[in-house]
């Protein structure tokens, strides 16, 4: 994984006229990546498919890369949203059940992680320290008062402490937290098929479980 920045593009559109057109761009993109694959992906590919002139393209985009990035800030913004809005359920569901909240945190992190790997595999690896969904997640549910990841990790296991094994309380958080951000960026970066596999969801809630709780309550 490299640590360079993706491409930026030359200027923003200022202009309804402009933005439309790079809308077109981006739309254009994203149907090449779904429909024929990274591999078919070109500065002129997009301009043909958007219906411009690959002038245009250049206008605003030094290379196919620039309009990657754009169409991955996009992604990432609209998946970062989907998990706000997510996230009142998932408190209700903390308040209830230790297993269904952790396994509405695992379903909704693989999806999205295999969502931006699937756009285009190769410049997500190269690129996704840039394009960090969970850092993301956590900044936007900041913003809207609600707790760090970190924080909110911790209050979801004292709501449960009764179920819990004795041991360190804080140290078990921080393992089993670490646990599920590990093993989720380990699949991303060398088994990236198990993010669509029910299998390693339930592995993985399995891990957590067996680890956390009293061995009365692993059943």
């Given amino acids: 994984m490299s640590n360079t920045e993706p491409p930026k593009p030359r200027k923003r559109p200022k202009q309804s006229r402009s933005l439309m057109l790079v809308t077109a761009i981006e739309q254009a993109c994203l149907k090449i990546l779904d429909s024929e694959g990274p591999d078919k992906l070109t500065t002129q590919r997009i301009a043909d498919v958007a219906g411009v002139n690959i002038a245009s393209v250049y206008q605003y985009f030094p290379n196919k890369e620039a309009v990657l990035a754009n169409v991955f800030e996009e992604e990432v913004a609209r998946l970062a949203d989907e998990a706000a809005a997510e996230f009142s359920r998932i408190q209700q569901l903390s308040e209830q059940s230790l297993e269904q909240t952790l396994e509405a945190i695992i379903a909704l992190e693989m999806r999205q992680l295999a969502q931006l790997h699937r756009m285009n595999p190769e410049f ?17 549910t900041q913003s809207l008062s609600n707790p760090s990841w970190e924080s ?49 969801r339930k592995e993985l809630l399995l891990l957590l479980l067996r680890f956390l709780l009293k061995e009365a309550d692993e059943g």
């Fill in 124 to 140: 997500y690896r190269q690129y996704q320290h840039s394009f960090d969904i969970q850092g993301r997640v956590n900044a936007l």
């Fill in 152 to 200: 909110w990790f911790e209050q979801l296991l004292q709501q449960h402490r009764s179920r819990l094994r004795d041991g360190d309380f804080a140290a078990m958080s921080f393992l089993a937290r670490n646990a599920l951000d590990g093993s989720l960026r380990a699949a991303l970066s060398q088994r990236p098929e198990l993010l669509i596999e029910d299998g390693f």
